[in-house]
């Protein structure tokens, strides 16, 4: 399979804290995972599904803590609707969050923090063979999606739980309904294959299965079963299934070989390329199920029964990520292309997005997500996209930047703000707390930041036990505090002037480009003279946005006030009767 090469250089492992190497989206909240084992959540808090151990929204990401006897490293992490899952490298379960159906691997209340899924220990695997740990089962991998949580095991089994299909098909006349399954449950289906990869929907679930015991390597078979009352099972017809069944666009006898699964409401999709096809350059993007908001990318609002190929797509592509939101659908391509389709011009931005009449509408074939940077409209090193029910979010840059676009209420985009994007814009990452490591383009690494010679500097003065520091000794660590602070107060200035010419244009900030030439130029100036200067440099659609911006300052000004009068008027209400009553 095709892979970017890695052209940058870093000197130090304390880069993983700060590379991204995997990410996960629910209904609206978004986890990443970094090199170093942690995990970052932000979004909507309700019901505990940042795991913070609140239920406030974040707007930026706050990291995970994971309360062990022993430290937690994650190598791998997954989101419902309403809650989360954790995988660490000892092959232990975490989950947090929503707990309604038992998602969580238990049953009991929802779960504001991790906790670890005691039934996976102590487990033997379904298909009865001996594990060699003292701790039971141990898993691979995870996925959730809806109110279901899945797991692969180190065999290849797969195990559900949450809200689940039902194993047995509904008597006549009764409807299908999803079963809640407090305890992680084997699907015996597969015995003597290994599950490699899977996804699940509301109420539906796909599966790459291998055809013999192990994987070896373009034999996969594609299995889907559960709901199917939109086709979203690719079976040809709407009929339910209660055990897995072959879609038979991806079985033993095709051309092509499934690589990629994802998930909708009630939509699926399928990466792939041609068998036979010698070197591994180029794949299609399969689509089936509902398709009223353009999900399916294939031009038009009807359901599809069978797999279709989004053919809008450019051909000699090879495409390295997809996920789908309630009703729309990523994907991202080798060399940084990203395209979405479906709901609101493929934001999945749900009916009470405001749009201009030029930017409404679904989007029924694939629309391309650009980005206006030095890079031009591709993405650099593009890793993952993760699609959440009205949001987006990019990983690339090799994992040192995240773009969202979207629904942005409850901070859910990850940028200090709560309205919505229909460009691209960058996370807050590293989080404000965390000292970033500037790149020298032409270096090919990070130049050390002055905290690292202050460090490097108190490391060398622990050794020397006789050292008596001389004040020139004293002075230069003096100094080096002195520009450190300066640093951090630049860096939090820096970052709330994005967070405010974003607020206002909905950009992030560039000075170079974003400022009136007379504003570089001055020293000092009056305050009412440059701002009318300014209204005068703007053109129509920049001062469009910030009478909205004005207009929704004023309002949230307006509520403030309201609120603030009526908590005094109650205060004193509450004061007068009492003194009355004394």
Not at 41 to 65: C, N, Q, Y
Not at 258 to 287: M, P, Q, R
Not at 411 to 421: A, I, K, R, S
Request: charged share 20%; hydrophobic share 35%; aromatic share 10%.
């Amino acid at each position: 399979m095709h892979h970017m090469a890695d052209t940058r250089k870093y000197v130090d492992s304390g880069n993983l804290s700060r590379r991204v190497v995997s990410i996960a989206a629910g209904e609206s909240h978004t986890l990443a995972l970094t090199g170093d084992g942690s995990v970052y959540s932000w979004g909507r808090g309700t019901f505990g599904r940042l795991g913070t151990g609140s239920e406030l929204d974040r707007l930026f990401p706050a990291k995970i803590e994971f309360n062990s006897t022993k430290p937690v490293k994650i190598v791998g992490v997954a989101a419902g609707a309403y809650h989360s899952l954790a995988l660490s490298d000892d092959g232990s379960v975490w989950s947090w969050g929503h707990n309604t159906y038992g998602q969580l691997g238990f049953n009991g209340e929802n779960s504001m923090v991790p906790s670890l899924v005691e039934v996976f220990n102590g487990l033997s695997p379904p298909h009865g063979s001996i594990t060699n740990s003292e701790t039971g089962l141990k898993i691979s991998s995870i996925k959730a999606g809806g109110m279901m949580s899945l797991a692969i095991d180190d065999l290849g089994s797969l195990w559900i739980w949450g809200n689940c299909p039902p194993q047995d098909p509904p008597n006549e006349g009764e409807e299908f309904s999803l079963v809640a399954t407090y305890t992680p449950t084997p699907v015996w289906n597969f015995h003597g294959q290994t599950v490699v990869k899977v996804a699940c929907g509301s109420e539906h679930i796909v599966a790459l299965v291998s055809v013999g015991e192990t994987h070896k390597g373009g034999d996969l078979v594609c299995y889907s079963w559960g709901s199917n009352n939109h086709g979203q099972l690719g079976l040809g017809d709407t009929n339910i299934r209660t055990t897995p069944q072959i879609i038979e666009t991806f079985n033993t006898k095709s051309n092509w070989a499934a690589y990629e699964l994802a998930c909708g409401a009630f939509h699926t999709s399928i990466l792939a390329y041609k068998k036979g096809d010698g070197e591994i350059n180029k794949s299609v993007c399969w689509c089936f199920g509902l398709g009223d908001n353009g999900q399916l990318g294939l031009g038009t609002t009807k359901k599809a029964l069978v797999p279709d190929i989004v053919r809008s797509l450019p051909v000699n592509l090879w495409l390295i990520s997809v996920d789908c939101g309630l009703f729309h659908t990523s994907v991202v391509s080798s060399v940084g292309d990203v395209w979405s389709w479906g709901m609101e011009n493929g934001l999945g931005l749900c009916n009470e997005a405001s749009f201009n009449e030029s930017e409404g509408g679904d989007a029924l074939i694939p629309r391309l997500i650009s980005y206006n940077d030095e890079y031009g409209s591709k993405f650099p090193y593009p890793i993952q996209v993760a699609c959440g029910a009205a949001h987006t979010i990019l990983l690339a840059d090799n994992g040192y930047r995240l773009w969202s676009w979207g629904r942005g209420r409850s901070g859910v985009l990850g940028n200090g703000q709560v309205n919505d994007f229909f460009d691209p814009n960058l996370v807050l990452w590293p989080p404000l707390q965390e000292v970033f490591v500037k790149y020298d383009e032409q270096q090919q690494y990070p130049i050390p930041q002055i905290h690292e010679y202050k460090n490097e500097y108190k490391k060398n003065d622990d050794k020397m036990d006789n050292y008596k520091k001389s004040d020139e000794n004293m002075d230069a660590e003096k100094s080096l505090v002195d520009i450190t602070e300066i640093e951090k107060k630049l860096l939090v200035m820096e970052r709330y002037t994005s967070m405010l010419h974003s607020s206002v244009f909905g950009t992030p900030f560039k000075e170079e480009n974003d400022l009136p030439m007379f504003l570089n130029d001055a020293g000092s100036f009056d305050v009412g003279k440059e701002w009318e200067k300014m209204l005068e440099s703007y053109d129509d659609s920049t001062l469009v946005r910030l009478e909205t911006f004005y207009r929704n300052m004023l309002a949230a000004v307006k509520d403030k006030i309201m609120k603030k009068k009526i908590k005094k008027m109650v205060k004193e209400c509450l004061e007068s009767s009492t003194n009355m009553s004394d």
